[in-house]
Protein backbone atom coordinates (compact mmCIF):
# COMPACT_ATOMS: atom_id res chain seq x y z
CA UNK A 1 0.00 0.00 0.00
CA UNK A 2 0.71 3.68 -0.26
CA UNK A 3 2.70 3.17 3.45
CA UNK A 4 4.87 -0.03 2.80
CA UNK A 5 4.72 -3.50 2.48
CA UNK A 6 2.78 -5.92 4.65
CA UNK A 7 4.50 -9.20 4.91
CA UNK A 8 2.07 -12.17 5.77
CA UNK A 9 2.07 -15.66 6.53
CA UNK A 10 -0.81 -17.07 3.35
CA UNK A 11 -2.58 -20.12 3.67
CA UNK A 12 -1.99 -21.23 0.21
CA UNK A 13 -5.47 -22.87 -0.12
CA UNK A 14 -8.12 -20.32 1.25
CA UNK A 15 -5.31 -17.25 0.10
CA UNK A 16 -6.01 -16.05 3.52
CA UNK A 17 -3.66 -14.22 5.75
CA UNK A 18 -2.89 -16.73 8.99
CA UNK A 19 -0.96 -13.54 10.61
CA UNK A 20 0.54 -10.37 9.58
CA UNK A 21 4.56 -10.51 10.63
CA UNK A 22 5.10 -6.88 10.01
CA UNK A 23 2.82 -3.44 8.20
CA UNK A 24 4.04 -0.87 6.94
CA UNK A 25 8.03 -1.99 6.07
CA UNK A 26 9.88 0.11 3.34
CA UNK A 27 11.81 -0.72 0.54
CA UNK A 28 14.77 -1.73 1.32
CA UNK A 29 14.66 -3.21 4.34
CA UNK A 30 11.57 -5.62 3.38
CA UNK A 31 13.79 -7.15 1.19
CA UNK A 32 16.20 -7.73 4.26
CA UNK A 33 13.47 -10.01 5.70
CA UNK A 34 14.06 -13.21 6.72
CA UNK A 35 11.84 -16.50 7.20
CA UNK A 36 13.11 -19.38 9.17
CA UNK A 37 10.42 -22.06 9.18
CA UNK A 38 11.42 -24.77 11.96
CA UNK A 39 11.41 -28.21 10.40
CA UNK A 40 8.31 -29.72 12.23
CA UNK A 41 6.33 -26.72 10.57
CA UNK A 42 4.89 -25.88 14.03
CA UNK A 43 6.98 -22.73 14.58
CA UNK A 44 8.45 -20.13 12.60
CA UNK A 45 11.01 -16.89 13.11
CA UNK A 46 10.67 -13.67 11.40
CA UNK A 47 13.51 -11.01 11.26
CA UNK A 48 11.96 -7.69 9.98
CA UNK A 49 14.52 -5.67 9.11
CA UNK A 50 14.55 -1.98 9.60
CA UNK A 51 17.43 1.18 9.20
CA UNK A 52 19.42 0.47 12.09
CA UNK A 53 19.21 -3.36 12.19
CA UNK A 54 16.33 -5.48 12.64
CA UNK A 55 14.88 -7.87 15.73
CA UNK A 56 12.98 -11.51 15.45
CA UNK A 57 10.20 -12.56 16.47
CA UNK A 58 8.80 -16.19 16.75
CA UNK A 59 4.93 -17.64 15.90
CA UNK A 60 4.03 -20.82 17.13
CA UNK A 61 0.92 -22.60 15.12
CA UNK A 62 -2.04 -22.98 16.95
CA UNK A 63 -5.40 -24.11 15.77
CA UNK A 64 -6.81 -21.09 14.56
CA UNK A 65 -3.68 -20.06 12.93
CA UNK A 66 -0.07 -18.39 14.72
CA UNK A 67 0.54 -16.72 18.10
CA UNK A 68 3.67 -14.76 18.83
CA UNK A 69 6.39 -15.38 21.33
CA UNK A 70 8.49 -12.27 22.32
CA UNK A 71 12.40 -12.95 22.15
CA UNK A 72 13.89 -11.98 25.20
CA UNK A 73 16.15 -8.79 24.93
CA UNK A 74 19.52 -10.15 24.23
CA UNK A 75 21.50 -7.37 26.17
CA UNK A 76 25.29 -6.28 25.55
CA UNK A 77 27.69 -8.54 23.73
CA UNK A 78 30.99 -6.26 24.17
CA UNK A 79 33.84 -7.82 25.12
CA UNK A 80 35.46 -7.31 28.11
CA UNK A 81 37.95 -5.00 26.67
CA UNK A 82 35.11 -3.01 25.26
CA UNK A 83 33.45 -2.32 28.45
CA UNK A 84 36.77 -0.72 29.60
CA UNK A 85 36.67 1.02 26.60
CA UNK A 86 32.96 2.31 26.79
CA UNK A 87 33.37 2.74 30.24
CA UNK A 88 36.45 5.12 29.71
CA UNK A 89 35.21 6.98 26.44
CA UNK A 90 31.24 7.21 26.62
CA UNK A 91 28.48 6.00 24.35
CA UNK A 92 27.23 8.55 21.71
CA UNK A 93 24.50 6.19 19.73
CA UNK A 94 24.10 3.11 19.27
CA UNK A 95 23.93 2.72 15.16
CA UNK A 96 22.96 -1.20 14.67
CA UNK A 97 21.16 -4.01 16.51
CA UNK A 98 20.79 -7.04 14.66
CA UNK A 99 19.11 -10.30 15.92
CA UNK A 100 18.67 -12.81 12.96
CA UNK A 101 17.11 -16.00 13.19
CA UNK A 102 20.20 -18.82 11.98
CA UNK A 103 18.52 -21.91 12.43
CA UNK A 104 16.06 -24.17 14.90
CA UNK A 105 17.71 -27.10 16.59
CA UNK A 106 16.39 -30.68 17.31
CA UNK A 107 15.09 -29.65 20.59
CA UNK A 108 13.25 -26.77 19.72
CA UNK A 109 15.44 -24.07 20.38
CA UNK A 110 16.32 -21.17 18.10
CA UNK A 111 19.80 -20.10 17.23
CA UNK A 112 20.07 -16.01 16.92
CA UNK A 113 23.14 -14.43 16.00
CA UNK A 114 23.24 -10.71 17.53
CA UNK A 115 25.08 -7.81 16.30
CA UNK A 116 25.62 -4.78 17.32
CA UNK A 117 27.32 -1.30 17.17
CA UNK A 118 27.52 1.61 18.57
CA UNK A 119 29.89 5.40 18.11
CA UNK A 120 31.94 6.21 21.40
CA UNK A 121 32.02 9.66 22.36
CA UNK A 122 35.05 10.40 20.73
CA UNK A 123 34.01 9.46 17.01
CA UNK A 124 35.40 5.65 17.11
CA UNK A 125 33.33 2.93 15.79
CA UNK A 126 33.08 -0.10 17.99
CA UNK A 127 31.36 -3.53 17.45
CA UNK A 128 30.14 -7.20 18.53
CA UNK A 129 28.62 -10.28 17.56
CA UNK A 130 27.43 -12.92 19.88
CA UNK A 131 25.36 -16.40 19.26
CA UNK A 132 22.61 -16.90 21.45
CA UNK A 133 20.63 -20.17 21.81
CA UNK A 134 16.78 -19.31 22.91
CA UNK A 135 14.48 -22.11 24.27
CA UNK A 136 10.50 -22.29 24.64
CA UNK A 137 9.09 -23.59 27.29
CA UNK A 138 5.70 -25.64 27.26
CA UNK A 139 3.54 -22.51 26.75
CA UNK A 140 5.96 -20.76 24.11
CA UNK A 141 7.53 -18.47 26.91
CA UNK A 142 10.82 -17.37 25.47
CA UNK A 143 14.66 -17.67 27.30
CA UNK A 144 18.00 -17.10 26.72
CA UNK A 145 19.42 -20.85 27.27
CA UNK A 146 23.29 -19.85 25.84
CA UNK A 147 24.96 -17.41 24.50
CA UNK A 148 28.31 -18.37 22.79
CA UNK A 149 30.81 -16.79 19.98
CA UNK A 150 31.24 -13.41 21.87
CA UNK A 151 33.57 -11.14 19.87
CA UNK A 152 34.39 -7.62 19.35
CA UNK A 153 33.52 -6.63 15.32
CA UNK A 154 35.93 -4.17 13.30
CA UNK A 155 33.99 -1.35 11.35
Not at 26 to 40: E, G, T
Amino acid sequence: DSYGYKVQLVEVSSRKSVVELAANVAYPPVKDCKLLWAPDSQRVAFYEANRRGGDTTVYFRNDSGFTESAVPKLGGCATAAQKKELKAKGVLKFIEYNAVPKEWLKSGALVLVDDQGWETMDGELRGCTQTVTIAFDAKHKASIARVSERKAKEY
